[in-house]
C-alpha cells in the first residue's frame, strides 16, 4: 500500500476508450508533490527534468506513472525512454503517446501496425481571453470561421490547438522532426458524435503529402478537452 502522501497526490486511474489500442487518464495535486514520489512509483527520472521544478517534474511523473501501469499490463519494461528531442522512446514493437495538464495526465499505448499512428493531446478548454492571446498563433485565416456552429470561438480555438497537437504525436516518429500549427487545418468538426477532420497543408515526407487527412476522435472531460489521433 502507498504511504496517505503518495496517494493523495494522485487521483484514481481511469480507462480511456481509444479508436486502437488502449489509455489511462488521471488527475494529480501538484500541492502534494515531493521528489520521493519517483521512488515510491517505480518512475525513474529522466535527465531532462532532474533540475526542472516542482510542477514540471509532478506532470513528467503523473504521465510516465501511467505509462508504466500500461505498459506493465502487457509484461513489458515498465520505464519509457527520452529521446534526444525529449520525445518518449517506447519498448520495441508499440507506440504511444503522452500528454498532460498542471492536474491531469493521460497515456495511451497500441502495438505497431502497418501505417499505425497514434497521438493524444489533454487541454484544459481555454477562455476567450487566452482564446484571443493565442489565436493567431494555432489557427489559420478563416480556419475557425468554417468551423463555426454552436461551439463559442474559445472552444474551438481548444478543439483545434489540441488536434494539430494530436496530429504532430501521431506523426513525429514518422518524420522525425517539428512541424508547425500552419502545417495543418482542421477541416471539419462534429460538435454532436466527437469526431474531427484534420488535414496536411505541407508535404512532411514522401508517405506524407500535402492533402493526406486524418480522422480524429474528441472526448469532453470536464474542464479538459482529449483528442486522439489513432489508425
Known amino acids: 500500500m502507498k ?3 503518495s496517494a493523495s497526490f494522485l487521483g484514481a486511474v481511469l480507462p480511456l476508450e ?11 495535486d501538484i500541492s502534494c508533490y515531493q521528489d520521493d514520489l519517483f521512488r515510491q512509483y517505480g518512475v525513474a527520472e529522466s535527465a ?8 514540471r517534474r509532478a506532470e513528467y511523473l503523473a504521465g510516465r506513472f501511467l505509462c508504466r501501469e500500461l505498459l506493465r499490463r502487457h509484461g513489458l519494461p515498465v520505464q519509457v525512454g527520452t529521446g534526444r528531442q525529449r520525445e518518449p522512446v517506447w519498448p520495441r514493437g508499440w507506440i504511444g503517446s503522452i500528454s498532460h495538464s498542471d492536474c491531469m495526465a493521460v497515456a495511451a ?9 497514434l497521438g493524444l493531446d489533454l487541454q484544459p478548454w481555454l477562455s476567450p481571453v487566452q482564446a484571443r492571446e493565442t489565436e493567431n498563433l494555432v489557427a489559420l ?5 468554417a468551423l463555426a456552429g454552436v461551439w463559442s470561438r474559445a472552444s474551438l480555438l481548444t478543439l483545434v490547438f489540441s488536434a494539430k497537437e494530436s496530429l504532430f504525436k501521431a506523426l513525429y516518429p ?3 522532426q517539428y512541424f508547425d500549427f500552419d502545417s495543418a487545418v482542421v477541416t471539419h468538426m462534429d460538435g454532436g458524435h466527437g469526431s474531427f477532420v484534420i488535414e ?16 480524429g476522435r474528441w472526448y469532453g472531460l470536464g474542464d479538459h478537452l482529449l483528442t486522439v489521433i489513432a489508425q
Not at 109 to 117: K, S, T, Y
Open 141 to 145: 485565416p478563416g480556419e475557425l470561421e
Open 48 to 55: 531532462a527534468i532532474v533540475a526542472a521544478g516542482a510542477g
Open 174 to 176: 514518422h518524420v522525425g
Open 200 to 215: 496536411l497543408r505541407s508535404t512532411l515526407s514522401s508517405t506524407l503529402p500535402a492533402g493526406s487527412r486524418y480522422i
Open 109 to 117: 499505448l497500441a502495438p505497431v501496425g502497418a501505417d499505425r499512428i
Open 3 to 5: 504511504p496517505a502522501r
Open 18 to 28: 481509444l479508436p486502437c489500442g488502449e489509455g489511462f487518464s488521471c488527475r494529480f
